[in-house]
């Protein structure tokens, strides 16, 4: 679909860290820059970006690529949406081809998205330029506060009080009856189908791409008979636990700030942004689930959340915030005032007022908890204990020990209890805490085979095919990390290895492979880039690449400028170190064609061929021998 211009020219503009962040927050930390991984959860950062390399890779998860890699997996996106993706960001032209809708499709996800795009522009047409929408929703909004530039900003659409409005439109449009009901804009009955958004406002919902991926409705004209809200179901590319709305729209102040308001609805969403308070985001109804969380973990650490001053409600939800506590970030709670919404209580009072009354209500969740459950205890010794529990079951979850050690002080003054008591208690609930936490983690993982280096006493040999393997791997290595750098002689490091090297056929398919496009790179006049791997259409080519140049490791700069300590750099003898890799790796083969022919040797029952097998034997331990004596190695 796309030209090989195309492709190299998003590769020429992409700056991998800008894309990456735009789904997490990156801290700098050498040349590296550093996050917690979005494919996984994770306490401590083992997500690592390149910029000067132009890859990523996790050393928790081994998730690793380029920059359409990573919009493919953080997306569930085909290579074809996902140049899409980058183009449009960074203002590329592409050359779409004449192709039907239908042959043009090359993923159903692919589909699933332009067909709610598609949706999504229709109810919003409907809403600006349909009599109906004009008449009677876009009043309807503005009798609720939104104002036009809300209404766009979240492309909030309407649609028409007919059975087959939609349905009829994307028929015409071309799209089949099994991609609108996989979708979730259509009802199928035994008799007919129709569509399942009928005379309301149309909420879309989107990714942290933009993406629509859902669509909500909600009733203009209330009434018993019918749902306030009805909802898009799950489909391929939504999945109801995985999203916050407006998420879209927060996500760059919230990494701005370093804290992300939660509320609950969408129109509350959508007042507050319309306030100015661009960094709130709503449930939309459902607790906090861990992808939801993990969501938010990557652009912030603080997570202020917004309740209606509903007792009951409030308790409800006080497990689903453990949750939160889990994943390491900083939970705080305000009450609004009895009677009062987000969406209400800002338009109000206004921004100003709206926001001096979260940063002056404002509780810590550990705080807060312990003061709504104490409420109806009084003097009750049995009820107060059980309240403790409650709170240090909260605190145990939380990673950061500084954080419990605080929070339990002052949990020991708002109970009045002695620390050291509810120290004691804290660990024994920490300890048990763990131990569920590692049966988990045990229960899940893949099993691994035992590997036994000793048996009976006897250390097992080493496989000489693994050994070859990996001494191809270092040689490989070296190439990549080192090929254009110059050794004493004045030439590269690369014309060295491939001249020693040239009469070796590597036996492990993927790194000949590179060995034999590296060389057909310089045969060709090329300059050798390790971009040039990284953004190789061979996925197996480009992780394994990506996999011998990444390291979760980097010498400080102060080592030596500071502390004048001397490291021992791979880099400061070069070419002693490549000399050394060729020759052990040859060594290795030695050994393997020695193997091979006692093996010959021992099946053979011909006197002449066994006197060839004996020559060949003596000159295969000639040449181990020698190669030993340049190594510095002793035979046994």
Same mark, same amino acid.
């Given at each position: 679909?796309?030209?090989?211009?195309?492709?190299?020219?998003?590769?020429?503009?992409?700056?991998?860290?800008?894309?990456?962040?735009?789904?997490?927050?990156?801290?700098?930390?050498?040349?590296?820059?550093?996050?917690?991984?979005?494919?996984?959860?994770?306490?401590?950062?083992?997500?690592?970006?390149?910029?000067?390399?132009?890859?990523?890779?996790?050393?928790?998860?081994?998730?690793?690529?380029?920059?359409?890699?990573?919009?493919?997996?953080?997306?569930?996106?085909?290579?074809?949406?996902?140049?899409?993706?980058?183009?449009?960001?960074?203002?590329?032209?592409?050359?779409?081809?004449?192709?039907?809708?239908?042959?043009?499709?090359?993923?159903?996800?692919?589909?699933?998205?332009?067909?709610?795009?598609?949706?999504?522009?229709?109810?919003?047409?409907?809403?600006?330029?349909?009599?109906?929408?004009?008449?009677?929703?876009?009043?309807?909004?503005?009798?609720?506060?939104?104002?036009?530039?809300?209404?766009?900003?979240?492309?909030?659409?309407?649609?028409?009080?007919?059975?087959?409005?939609?349905?009829?439109?994307?028929?015409?449009?071309?799209?089949?009856?099994?991609?609108?009901?996989?979708?979730?804009?259509?009802?199928?009955?035994?008799?007919?189908?129709?569509?399942?958004?009928?005379?309301?406002?149309?909420?879309?919902?989107?990714?942290?791409?933009?993406?629509?991926?859902?669509?909500?409705?909600?009733?203009?004209?209330?009434?018993?008979?019918?749902?306030?809200?009805?909802?898009?179901?799950?489909?391929?590319?939504?999945?109801?636990?995985?999203?916050?709305?407006?998420?879209?729209?927060?996500?760059?102040?919230?990494?701005?700030?370093?804290?992300?308001?939660?509320?609950?609805?969408?129109?509350?969403?959508?007042?507050?942004?319309?306030?100015?308070?661009?960094?709130?985001?709503?449930?939309?109804?459902?607790?906090?689930?861990?992808?939801?969380?993990?969501?938010?973990?990557?652009?912030?650490?603080?997570?202020?959340?917004?309740?209606?001053?509903?007792?009951?409600?409030?308790?409800?939800?006080?497990?689903?915030?453990?949750?939160?506590?889990?994943?390491?970030?900083?939970?705080?709670?305000?009450?609004?005032?009895?009677?009062?919404?987000?969406?209400?209580?800002?338009?109000?009072?206004?921004?100003?007022?709206?926001?001096?009354?979260?940063?002056?209500?404002?509780?810590?969740?550990?705080?807060?908890?312990?003061? =709504?459950?104490?409420?109806?205890?009084?003097?009750?010794?049995?009820?107060?204990?059980?309240?403790?529990?409650?709170?240090?079951?909260?605190?145990?979850?939380?990673?950061?020990?500084?954080?419990?050690?605080? =929070?339990?002080?002052?949990?020991?003054?708002?109970?009045?209890?002695?620390?050291?008591?509810?120290?004691?208690?804290?660990?024994?609930?920490?300890?048990?805490?763990?131990?569920?936490?590692?049966?988990?983690?045990?229960?899940?993982?893949?099993?691994?085979?035992?590997?036994?280096?000793?048996?009976?006493?006897?250390?097992?040999?080493?496989?000489?095919?693994?050994?070859?393997?990996?001494?191809?791997?270092?040689?490989?290595?070296?190439?990549?990390?080192?090929?254009?750098?110059?050794?004493?002689?004045?030439?590269?490091?690369?014309?060295?290895?491939?001249?020693?090297?040239?009469?070796?056929?590597?036996?492990?398919?993927?790194?000949?492979?590179?060995?034999? =496009?590296?060389?057909?790179?310089?045969?060709?006049?090329?300059?050798?880039?390790?971009?040039?791997?990284?953004?190789?259409?061979?996925?197996?080519?480009?992780?394994?690449?990506?996999?011998?140049?990444?390291?979760?490791?980097?010498?400080?700069?102060?080592?030596?400028?500071?502390?004048?300590?001397?490291?021992?750099?791979?880099?400061?003898?070069?070419?002693?170190?490549?000399?050394?890799?060729? =020759?052990?790796?040859?060594?290795?083969?030695?050994?393997?064609?020695?193997?091979?022919?006692?093996?010959?040797?021992?099946?053979?029952?011909?006197?002449?061929?066994?006197?060839?097998?004996?020559?060949?034997?003596?000159?295969?331990?000639?040449?181990?021998?020698?190669?030993?004596?340049?190594?510095?190695?002793?035979?046994?």
């Amino acid at each position: 679909m796309f030209s090989q211009e195309t492709i190299q020219a998003i590769h020429a503009r992409v700056q991998i860290e800008d894309v990456i962040g735009d789904f997490v927050t990156l801290k700098r930390r050498g040349q590296t820059l550093w996050a917690c991984c979005p494919f996984h959860h994770e306490k401590t950062p083992s997500f690592a970006v390149s910029p000067d390399k132009g890859f990523y890779k996790c050393f928790g998860c081994d998730a690793s690529g380029d920059a359409i890699s990573f919009i493919r997996a953080i997306e569930g996106v085909s290579f074809v949406e996902a140049v899409k993706h980058l183009a449009n960001k960074y203002g590329i032209p592409i050359e779409e081809s004449t192709e039907s809708y239908v042959d043009s499709m090359q993923h159903e996800k692919d589909s699933l998205y332009i067909l709610m795009k598609l949706a999504q522009s229709y109810y919003t047409t409907n809403l600006w330029e349909h009599t109906t929408g004009k008449s009677i929703a876009l009043p309807y909004l503005e009798e609720r506060g939104i104002s036009q530039a809300s209404i766009q900003q979240f492309e909030i659409g309407y649609s028409l009080n007919a059975w087959q409005s939609f349905y009829e439109y994307a028929k015409q449009q071309g799209y089949g009856d099994d991609l609108l009901l996989k979708a979730g804009l259509i009802n199928q009955s035994e008799t007919k189908r129709s569509d399942r958004f009928r005379h309301r406002i149309i909420f879309p919902i989107h990714n942290l791409a933009g993406k629509v991926i859902a669509l909500a409705g909600r009733v203009i004209e209330t009434s018993d008979k019918q749902a306030k809200y009805i909802n898009s179901p799950e489909t391929p590319i939504y999945h109801k636990s995985d999203v916050l709305y407006g998420i879209y729209q927060a996500k760059k102040q919230i990494k701005k700030i370093n804290t992300c308001l939660l509320v609950e609805g969408y129109t509350d969403v959508i007042a507050l942004h319309q306030a100015g308070i661009d960094y709130a985001v709503a449930s939309a109804g459902t607790a906090l689930t861990d992808n939801q969380i993990q969501l938010i973990s990557r652009f912030a650490k603080k997570i202020s959340i917004l309740f209606d001053n509903d007792a009951a409600g409030i308790k409800a939800s006080l497990r689903g915030i453990d949750k939160v506590l889990e994943h390491g970030l900083y939970v705080k709670i305000i009450l609004l005032p009895t009677g009062e919404d987000p969406d209400s209580y800002v338009r109000k009072v206004g921004r100003e007022a709206f926001q001096s009354y979260i940063a002056t209500h404002e509780q810590d969740f550990i705080n807060f908890k312990a003061k =709504l459950l104490l409420q109806d205890v009084e003097d009750d010794l049995l009820q107060k204990t059980t309240v403790i529990e409650e709170i240090l079951q909260s605190i145990v979850r939380i990673p950061d020990e500084i954080h419990r050690s605080l =929070l339990l002080q002052q949990t020991s003054k708002l109970l009045e209890i002695s620390e050291v008591a509810l120290l004691a208690e804290h660990n024994k609930l920490l300890a048990k805490y763990n131990q569920d936490q590692r049966r988990t983690y045990q229960r899940s993982k893949p099993s691994a085979p035992l590997q036994l280096t000793v048996k009976d006493g006897v250390v097992k040999q080493l496989d000489i095919a693994d050994t070859i393997m990996a001494h191809e791997r270092d040689n490989i290595r070296l190439l990549l990390n080192y090929g254009n750098t110059l050794l004493q002689d004045g030439k590269p490091l690369s014309m060295y290895l491939l001249q020693e090297l040239q009469d070796v056929t590597f036996q492990t398919p993927i790194y000949q492979e590179i060995l034999t =496009l590296y060389q057909d790179y310089i045969t060709q006049g090329q300059e050798v880039d390790i971009k040039r791997f990284i953004q190789h259409s061979n996925q197996e080519i480009q992780k394994t690449v990506i996999d011998l140049t990444a390291t979760p490791y980097e010498v400080s700069d102060n080592w030596q400028e500071k502390y004048q300590i001397d490291i021992t750099q791979e880099t400061d003898n070069l070419h002693q170190t490549a000399y050394k890799n060729i =020759l052990r790796l040859k060594l290795r083969l030695i050994h393997q064609l020695i193997e091979e022919n006692n093996q010959r040797l021992k099946n053979n029952e011909d006197p002449e061929e066994e006197d060839r097998l004996l020559y060949v034997y003596t000159q295969l331990k000639q040449t181990e021998v020698e190669i030993a004596k340049q190594l510095g190695i002793v035979l046994f």
